[in-house]
C-alpha cells in the first residue's frame, strides 16, 4: 500500500548553538563634568570588564525568568561546590567540552518540549547526569536512553518498546515521557528539587525519607541524609552540570563538533521503511542516519497510519525534496506540500495520528499541535466530555 507522509517540521538547531568565542561589541559611554553639556568621553573596557558589569542584569533576569534557577543559586552550600570543583579540574575539560558539542543538537529539542508542557528548560542539564547524552545509554538496573527510563516506568509513560523500536531512546519521545513525570512529581511536592529527586529514586524513597526527617514541608537538604546515595548526590551534581556549562564566562569551554546536522526534518512515515534506503535516497552514510534515529533496534521503521513513525533526516534542501517524498510515497506523485521551514508545515496533512501518553490532556494535546482546539479535537474524535485514557488514539486536524 502506497504510504503518505503525515506531517514535516523543521529544527532550527543551529539557532540555539553557543559560540563561546562571541565577542560583545557593547561601548560604555560615560559623562563627565565639564563646562559644555556636549562633551562625552567613550571608554573602552576589556571583554572580561564587559562581562563583569553585565553579569549581574544577566543572572537577575535568568532568576526571574526562571523559579528554579533562582533556587539553584540558592543552594549552593558545600556539596554543590564540591561538584563544581570535580567538574572544573583540567581532567574533566575533555568531558564537557563534548556535552557541549553534544548540547548544540539535543538541548533545542529539549528546550521544544519543555516549553510545550511548562516544564523548566534547565532539568535538559539532568540528561548530561543521567546518560551523558547518549541515547543508547544502558545503567546496571537496565535503564535506557537519554533519560533513563526503566521498563516499567517508560510503559507507563506511553513510550513503545518492542523487537523493533524502543522508544526509551527517542530523544524526542522520551523527552516528553521525562517532563510528563517530573511535572507530576511537582504537583505532589511543590519543589523542584525534591521532583527531581523523585526522578532518579522514586516517590516511595522520597516519601520515606520525608517521614523520617519529621518534617511537614521539607526542603531536599533536609532528607538529604536518608534518601539512597546516589540520590544524595543527584541534585548537589545536577545545580553543579547547569552552574559550569551555563556561565561560559566563568568557565570558557570549547564544544566539540558533534556529529549532528544543523538543520532537520522530521517526518512521520505511516509504512514499513529501512533507514538504509532512506539513507541512499539522500546519498549520505547509512550510520550517520542511523544515529538520528537511535530508537529503531534493526534500522526499521514499522509505521502505520494508526501509529506513524517517526523520521529524522538532515534539512532537505527545497529543490531536493521531490525525491525523497516520492520515494516515501512509493510512487512517482509529484511532491505537493512538504516542504517545511521553522517548525511550520507549508501545507500539511489533513489530519494526523496521535496516541495519548499517560498524564496528556486535550488542552496540553492542543498546545503541541499547533492550528487545533479543544473543541475542534473533541468534534473530530466524538469526545463528550474532557476525558482521555493513555493508549487512545486521536485524529488532530492540521488544516
Known sequence: MAASVLFCICANVSQAKESIKKRDSTRTVFVKKSLSPKRIDTISLTQKEKELASSPIRELLKDQLSPLRKQMRENHNIYVKSYINKYTKPGFRGHLSKMKGLASYYFPIFDKVFNETEVPSEIKYLAIVESSLNPH???????????????????????????????????????????????????????????????????????????????????????????????????????????????????????????????????????????????????????????????????????????????????????????????????SKPAEVLVAKKQEPVKPSTYIAYKVRKGDTLDAITKRFKGSSVSSLKAMNNLKGNMIQPGMTLKISQD
Not at 517532563?179 to 516517590?203: H, M, P, R, T
Not at 551555563?246 to 549532528?260: G, H, R, S
Not at 533507514?275 to 502505520?304: C, F, Q, W
Not at 513513525?309 to 517524498?325: D, H, M, Q, S
Open 137 to 331: 545509554a544502558v545503567s546496571r538496573v537496565g535503564a535506557t536512553g537519554p533519560w533513563q527510563f526503566m521498563y516499567a516506568t517508560a510503559k507507563g509513560y506511553g513510550l513503545r518498546m518492542d523487537s523493533y523500536v524502543d522508544e526509551r531512546k527517542d530523544p524526542i519521545e522520551a523527552t516528553y515521557a521525562a517532563a510528563n513525570y517530573l511535572k507530576k512529581a511537582y504537583e505532589v511536592y511543590g519543589d523542584w528539587f525534591l521532583a527531581i529527586a523523585s526522578y532518579n529514586c522514586g516517590q516511595g524513597n522520597v516519601n520515606r525519607a520525608i517521614n523520617r526527617s519529621g518534617k511537614a514541608n521539607p526542603t531536599f537538604w533536609d532528607i538529604q541524609a536518608y534518601l539512597p546515595t546516589e540520590t544524595r548526590n543527584y541534585i548537589p551534581a545536577f545545580i553543579a552540570m547547569c552552574y559550569v556549562l551555563d556561565n561560559p564566562e566563568l568557565y570558557p569551554i570549547e564544544a566539540d563538533v558533534a556529529d549532528y546536522p544543523e538543520d532537520i526534518d522530521i517526518i512521520q512515515i505511516d509504512r514499513q521503511l529501512t533507514l538504509a534506503s532512506v539513507a541512499k535516497t539522500l546519498e549520505m552514510a547509512p550510520e550517520d542516519l542511523y544515529r538520528l534515529n537511535p530508537s529503531y533496534k534493526k534500522h526499521i521503521i514499522i509505521g502505520s497510519k494508526a501509529n506513524p513513525g517517526r523520521l529524522i533526516v538532515p534539512k532537505v534542501p527545497k529543490n531536493e525534496y521531490a525525491k525523497l517524498y516520492n520515494f516515501l510515497q512509493g510512487n
